[in-house]
């Protein structure tokens, strides 16, 4: 008989609590203060994308690679990608709030500002909607032909559709390489319209890819813990921390490279972004970002040993995840609303967006058999390294 996922009763209760929690959060925000409700939208929606985006963009990497050992845990980046529909609809959401977020979304403001004025025939409000149906219709599409092959190699011949499912990733990671780093431009660093960097797009690429890969392995483990995915061993586990050590390392250096390269170059028109950010209040949160990014995971994880074991795992995971919300907020808010402050809109909207997430997940989840028999590299992933 094939494993099935059943949603656990007190799960389900705990994410309607959740998402409950957010929607009392949501209209609080908006009766109190609109600004910072409308940037903790984009905050949250953003972050929840991404994991879902870097969870697609992950399983297409097993597809293109033939990743034997991971074979057993696809149908949790499927399940995490189902949330990509409602980020759509949140985006559209944030339309009455565009000119609180972005500078150049102001009525009559490319009449005041000459940079805005050249960039108006891009940074528009029509042609940023556009833009982004264009980029979830894309997505949209590809999780959904990747979902359907992985789905269809329940049949007999799963070798014949694993083929087809690595064809579409190969599309996938092609056609998500240009259109997140747009998004990214479009969504994060239009915010501060006067400024760019030409790594930004790959930052947003890797971080996709970093973050999904710590929310991955809770996933996994909560999973297992509760009786599923009993061949889960410490090689398998030993695989994910690679993953999420090499990558805190990219981080690290992607890091880097943006911040000193327009520290050498001295560039006022550069400049000013982290000059703004290095200083109070944002200092804590600018080093923050660093730290708990790239050298917390960096010494965790540096040894094999340390890597296989849950109990270091799980709280490296943990801390990843938060600072990918540092890293967004230290992004977002200087640029949009300029204060610092985090309270119950901030906190209560993250936690209705993780219910929605969960329950999107698991609902996905519950959909279709946990492991796909048929796959031609289960068996080795199954038996990993034994």
Do not use: C
Not at 265 to 293: C, D, G, S
Not at 326 to 347: A, D, H, N, V
């Amino acid at each position: 008989m094939k494993e099935t996922f059943n949603i656990p009763g007190r799960i389900k209760l705990l994410a309607l609590l959740l998402t409950g929690l957010g929607v009392l959060a949501v209209i609080t925000g908006f009766v109190t203060d609109q600004p910072r409700m409308w940037t903790s939208l984009l905050i949250n929606n953003f972050y929840y994308l991404s994991l879902a985006l870097g969870a697609v963009f992950f399983l297409a990497l097993q597809y293109v690679t033939d990743s034997r050992w991971s074979a057993m845990f696809n149908r949790i980046p499927e399940a995490m990608a189902s949330f990509v529909p409602a980020a759509f609809i949140f985006m559209i959401i944030l339309f009455p709030g565009m000119s609180v977020i972005y500078e150049w979304a102001e009525p009559g403001i490319a009449e005041r500002d000459a940079l805005i004025a050249h960039k108006s025939p891009y940074l528009n409000i029509p042609f940023f909607f556009v833009r982004m149906v264009l980029l979830f219709s894309l997505w949209i599409l590809l999780i959904f032909m990747i979902r359907r092959h992985s789905l269809n190699q329940e049949i007999v011949d799963g070798a014949a559709w694993f083929k087809k499912s690595r064809h579409y990733s190969m599309v996938f990671i092609f056609v998500f390489a240009l259109t997140f780093s747009v998004a990214s431009f479009d969504w994060i660093m239009s915010i501060d319209s006067h400024w760019f960097s030409t790594i930004f797009g790959i930052r947003a690429i890797i971080s996709s890819l970093y973050y999904s890969v710590a929310a991955i392995i809770l996933l996994v483990l909560s999973l297992n813990s509760a009786g599923y995915l009993k061949a889960l061993n410490k090689y398998h586990l030993n695989d994910f921390s690679r993953y999420l050590f090499r990558l805190s390392i990219v981080f690290g250096y992607l890091w880097f490279m943006q911040y000193f390269i327009i520290w050498y170059a001295n560039i006022p028109e550069t400049t000013f972004y982290y000059v703004y950010r290095v200083n109070q209040p944002w200092t804590f949160l600018f080093y923050a970002e660093l730290i708990i990014n790239w050298t917390i995971p960096f010494l965790a994880l540096m040894s094999d040993d340390a890597g296989r074991r849950k109990i270091v795992l799980i709280p490296v995971s943990i801390v990843v995840l938060a600072g990918f919300y540092i890293s967004l907020y230290i992004q977002i808010i200087p640029g949009s609303i300029g204060e610092l402050r985090i309270g119950f809109i901030e906190l209560g909207s993250f936690a209705g967006f993780a219910g929605l997430f969960i329950l999107i997940f698991m609902n996905s989840l519950s959909r279709a058999p946990l492991l796909t028999e048929n796959h031609p590299f289960m068996k080795e992933s199954l038996d990993h390294h034994l």
